[in-house]
């Protein structure tokens, strides 16, 4: 075992030092006086943040659109990752096993930017298409670990009502699900803290919501404005980050 560890970390120090080599990274030129003072004189141009309040109503609007995307995104998320997770694990037989699972790892290999950008053409412009793109990639997450969670759980309470004459649909609903609800419902959490990041990002490439406005100012080099929507994210992330971490804690008590 150690052998093999050894060999592995041989092989990723390998890696790491061949990905220095093959790229042409000028240090002097980043870390340079002038590139310091250029730094320094475009992080000047965010202050003082733009707080009117034409600017807060807009910021507060473009919030309430971030976190109703990442929320019925996640929502969405959810109703089908529990649907696509009942054959993924493996309790329609093995051939619906292995075609969700195949499902379900399309769906989460592809980035939310790249359905974004997709959906966007079918859907326009417009938190629609955001929204969809962080329920189709998050419906391959979520399916993923709630199939997990559900072939992990000791089979012993479901096997004892299907003994005793409960059918499959029951046995799971009384037996599997409430077992699996509080690790489900810590993931659920999990994913919607990371899409509240990924709507704010989405917007850039025209989902609607921060990253839309964000990108809107950037454009018009308005830096005091989206300096005001950059903090907006901040405080906004922060805070379900907050929440979620306490509300995992009160599910895993």
Request: charged share 10%.
């Amino acid at each position: 075992m150690q052998v093999k560890t050894a060999l592995i970390l041989l092989m990723l120090t390998i890696v790491v030092v061949a990905s220095f080599i093959s790229l042409s990274l000028d240090w002097c030129s980043l870390f340079s006086a002038d590139a310091a003072a250029k730094v320094r004189e475009f992080l000047l141009g965010f202050l003082p943040p733009d707080v009117s309040a034409t600017m807060l109503k807009k910021i507060a609007i473009a919030t309430l659109e971030t976190l109703s995307m990442s929320a019925l995104g996640t929502l969405i998320a959810v109703l089908g990752g529990i649907l696509l997770a009942l054959p993924a694990s493996g309790r329609a037989g093995s051939m619906a096993k292995h075609s969700t699972r195949l499902l379900l790892n399309i769906l989460r290999s592809i980035p939310e930017l790249v359905w974004a950008s997709v959906l966007l053409i079918a859907a326009g412009l417009g938190p629609f298409a955001g929204t969809m793109a962080l329920a189709m990639h998050t419906t391959g997450v979520l399916g993923r670990l709630f199939a997990e969670t559900l072939e992990n759980l000791p089979p012993d309470a479901e096997i004892t009502l299907r003994l005793n004459g409960s059918s499959a649909a029951a046995a799971f609903l009384y037996a599997a699900l409430p077992q699996g609800l509080p690790q489900m419902l810590s993931y659920t959490l999990y994913r919607w803290e990371n899409n509240i990041r990924a709507a704010s990002i989405l917007g850039i490439v025209g989902a609607g919501g921060l990253g839309q406005m964000l990108k809107y100012h950037l454009s018009l080099f308005q830096m005091p404005a989206a300096a005001s929507v950059m903090i907006a994210m901040l405080i906004l992330v922060a805070l379900v980050d907050a929440a979620s971490f306490v509300i995992r804690r009160a599910l895993t008590r």
